[in-house]
C-alpha cells in the first residue's frame, strides 16, 4: 500500500505497510539445525572514501575497514485469509504446520545487523499439522479455527494456543463393554464411530506444550462421559 523510504545511503530505513492475500507463502523456520550465509550483493559506499582509497591505492585507508553500513527493514502486514503461513518445526521430517487465516496487524522488523523482531497475532482459519514423534509416528491433524500463535518481539519466544483434530474410526465396545448389558447399546457399540483424537499446542511456538484428548462428536452426553 505504501513505502516510505529515509535516512542515508550507508542506513537507510525501509517502512511498508502492505496487505498480503492469494500467492503470498510465509515461511517461519523455528528449528535450528540450519545455518545462514550472507551474501553482500548491495554494498554502501562512501564516493569521499572512494576517492581517499584511489589515492592511496589500496582497499584501506590508514588500516581501518569501510563501514559497511545497514539497511533496516519494517513491515506492518495485514493479512487476508488466503494468504499461506508455514511453521517448519523440522522440515526433514515433515514436521511442519501450514495454516491460512487472518492478521489484523502482523509488524516485521530485521536489519543487516542481526535484528528480527515480530509483534501481532495470527489467527487460524483453516490449516493442518503433520505430527511427528521420532520417525515413529507421523499423523495428519486439522487445525481447529480459531487456534493462534502470537509475537512479542523475538519470533522464538512466540505463544502458540492450538487445537488439531485427527479423525479416525474405532468401536467404542471395548470400552463400554464393562457398563452395557443392553444387546441393542451393545450392538450399537460395536460399531465403528468416529473418533477425534484432540492434540493442544500451548505456551512457547519453538517448545511447545503438548496435551492430548478424545472428543466423541456423534455420541450423547452420557457416553461422552
Known amino acids: 500500500r505504501a513505502v516510505e523510504i529515509s535516512g542515508p545511503l550507508n542506513d537507510l530505513y525501509i517502512k511498508a505497510n502492505l496487505e498480503v492475500g492469494a500467492g503470498t507463502s510465509i515461511n517461519l523456520p523455528i528449528s535450528g539445525g540450519a545455518t545462514a550465509q550472507e551474501n553482500n550483493f548491495v554494498r554502501f559506499v562512501d564516493r569521499d572514501s572512494m576517492q581517499i582509497k584511489g589515492k592511496l591505492g589500496g582497499n584501506q585507508a590508514n588500516g581501518a575497514e569501510a563501514d559497511e553500513g545497514n539497511l533496516t527493514i519494517e513491515l506492518h502486514l495485514r493479512t487476508t485469509a488466503d494468504a499461506e503461513y508455514r511453521v517448519i518445526f523440522d522440515e526433514t521430517v515433515g514436521d511442519v504446520l501450514t495454516a491460512r487465516g487472518t492478521s489484523d496487524h502482523l509488524a516485521i522488523t530485521l536489519d543487516m545487523k542481526d535484528r528480527f523482531e515480530m509483534d501481532g497475532t495470527f489467527t487460524i ?48 465396545y471395548p470400552l463400554v463393554s464393562p457398563f452395557t448389558s443392553d444387546p441393542a447399546q451393545a450392538e450399537r457399540y460395536r460399531r465403528a464411530s468416529r473418533i477425534f483424537c484432540e492434540l493442544n499446542l500451548t505456551d512457547r511456538l519453538i517448545d511447545p506444550r503438548i496435551g492430548f484428548g478424545l472428543s466423541l462428536p456423534d455420541e450423547d452426553e452420557s457416553t461422552r462421559a
Open 125 to 172: 482459519a483453516k490449516g493442518d499439522y503433520l505430527f511427528t514423534l521420532s520417525n515413529l509416528v507421523n499423523k495428519p491433524f486439522i487445525i481447529k479455527p480459531g487456534s493462534f500463535v502470537t509475537w512479542s518481539g523475538d519470533p522464538l519466544e512466540a505463544q502458540i494456543n492450538a487445537t488439531a483434530i485427527h479423525p479416525a474410526r474405532a468401536s467404542l
